[in-house]
Structures are given as C-alpha cells and as structure tokens.
C-alpha cells in the first residue's frame, strides 16, 4: 500500500533542563530519518533554554512557561495535530539504526484499529518476546504501550486522552501515569498497538535515563490542579509549609545510612544501582543544590 507523507506529523516533546539531551536527541534523529512530515511540532514545558529553538526546523512551537507536567502538555499538543498520525519523539533517544516509518506508517495504513507501533530500546529479542506475533516483525509488548519513539494514530490517541480527563483524579490515582492508562484504554476498546523486533541492534538507546523528571509530572492526576503534587511538595511529600523539626532529620538519619549501606552492596551487582550512585555522587559535586 502506498504511503502519504502529508499524513504524519513530528512531534518533538522536551521540558527544562533537558536541552542537552534534545540537541544529541534530534542531532541523532536526523541522520536516521530521511522520512518527510507534512509538519513539525516542537512541545516546550517549563522555562527551556529558547537558544535550541533555532537548530530545530519546527513549524509550530507550544510553550508552557511554568511546567504544568508532561500528560498536561502532551493533552495541548493533540488538540493541535491535525494530520491521521503522529510521531512521537521524546527528548532522550539516541538512533542506532534508521527509523522504518515509511514501513511502520504502511502497516497502520492496513487497519483502523491500529493505535500506535514503537520502536525497540533493547536488542534482540528473546524467544519469550518473540510468542505474540501480531504481524511480520511486529509483536505484543510484554512492558504494554510505551512511547518510546511511536508512530500514533491521532483520532485513537486523542481518544484516550480524552478519557484520561474524564477519568477519576483522587489519593487512589496519585501514582497512575499516563502510560498504563493508554496501555488499559487500548485494550479495552480492543485497538492494536505493537513493538517492532530491531534485529540485533536496538532502534534507540535511551540517554535521559538519569535525568528523569519527577513521576508526578506523568500522572494522570497532573490534568487536575486540585489533586496535582507539581509545584505544591516536595519529593518527600511533605508541602512547603510543614516544618522540618530535629526530630524529623535525627529520625532520617538510620534510615539514610541503611539505605546507603544497601547502595553500597548493590552497585557491584547492579547497573541501576551505580547509576544512582553516581547520581548521588554528582549530587554532592553540586553541593546538594540542583
């Protein structure tokens, strides 16, 4: 089936103190992709370094100048798109190989009930992966919908933003984020989504890993301003107003040093585990103050 390029709209989503990684992000994305969008979105949330604007050919550029969360201004964007699909692209994604969206964009062609088809962060695939075939190379995600890049069908994912508005916000979905929520709406209106086998090298590889932004920013509670934590608590959970007495920080301390106890075992075992480390270590180079 022929394909239309006027059909597809790039969508480049970033928020403050991410500009680093979409200058490396959209530096990789366009030496792997020769595809031509009808247009281009760029997705601003927060106070971000406008100096990056100009590497970026967008056509249409939308800014929250105080940050309102990632599912608030992923829910503005989609009210704006007006082509069938989308692609989603995220500020932290390096491209090992070129991005297939002329075939990608063939197959969704073939079905309405295609919702959104992603590219893969890890390579190969085990043979467990491998059992849900759904077509060619296209397989069943055992981590359910992500957005990790993702060719989307607009009306179907503007579908699902819809609902997430309607959908209770309260202390029972303080930590529903955005993702599962698709993931459920989609399988209850029983409409296709996939993720493409890479071969032996992975589509991207993902750099934001260390710098991801607080999960309350990707909550469904985030498009609610009566339940939303953003700029209300810290990550403790205690609000700006409650005071930090002695007792509060003498009682932290034994927790604080079992915890760093447990790091120290477990960064010679896990990536993640010096990851955080690390994190912590930069932290300190900082002097505790970003």
């Known amino acids: 089936m022929s394909t239309d390029h006027k ?7 970033t928020c403050e103190g991410r500009e680093h990684l979409l200058i490396k992000t959209m530096a990789s994305f ?6 031509k969008f009808s247009k281009t979105f760029l997705i601003l949330d927060g106070k971000v370094n406008t100096d990056i604007v100009g590497d970026i050919k967008a056509d249409t550029i939308l ?6 969360g990632y599912v608030s201004i992923i829910a503005d964007a989609l009210r704006l798109i007006n082509t069938p699909y989308f692609f989603w692209l995220e500020d932290d994604f390096l491209f090992n190989q070129k991005a297939p969206l002329n075939y990608m964009l063939d197959v969704m062609n ?11 962060r890890t390579a190969p ?34 579908a699902a933003f819809a609902a997430m508005d309607l959908h209770e916000k309260s202390d029972h979905t303080k930590h529903l984020t955005f993702e599962p929520f698709i993931d459920s709406f989609f399988i209850q209106n029983k409409l296709k989504y996939a993720i ?7 589509h991207v590889e993902h750099i934001g890993l260390l710098e991801s932004t607080d999960r309350a920013h990707h ?34 301390l034994p927790k604080l040093w079992f915890a760093i106890i447990v790091l120290s075992v477990k960064l010679f075992k896990h990536r993640v585990s010096y990851d955080f480390a690390f994190r912590i270590y930069c932290a300190y180079l900082k002097k505790f103050k970003f």
Request: charged share 25%.
């Open 7 to 13: 059909d597809v709209t790039l969508v480049i989503f």
């Open 30 to 35: 366009y030496e792997a992709c020769d595809f």
């Open 63 to 68: 800014k929250h100048t105080t940050r309102e």
């Open 110 to 120: 073939r079905d309405v009930n295609w919702a959104g088809i992603f590219l893969s």
């Open 125 to 158: 695939f085990t043979s467990a992966q491998k059992k849900k075939p759904v077509i060619d190379d296209l397989y069943i995600p055992d981590i359910g919908f992500s957005v990790s890049p993702t060719l989307c069908k607009t009306i179907h994912m503007r």
């Open 196 to 202: 493409m086998d890479p071969g032996e090298i992975s």
């Open 219 to 252: 909550t469904v509670n985030s498009l609610e301003k009566q339940f939303t934590i953003i700029n209300k608590e810290f990550v403790s959970g205690l609000g700006r107003d409650r005071i930090i007495t002695m007792y509060n920080k003498f009682a932290m």
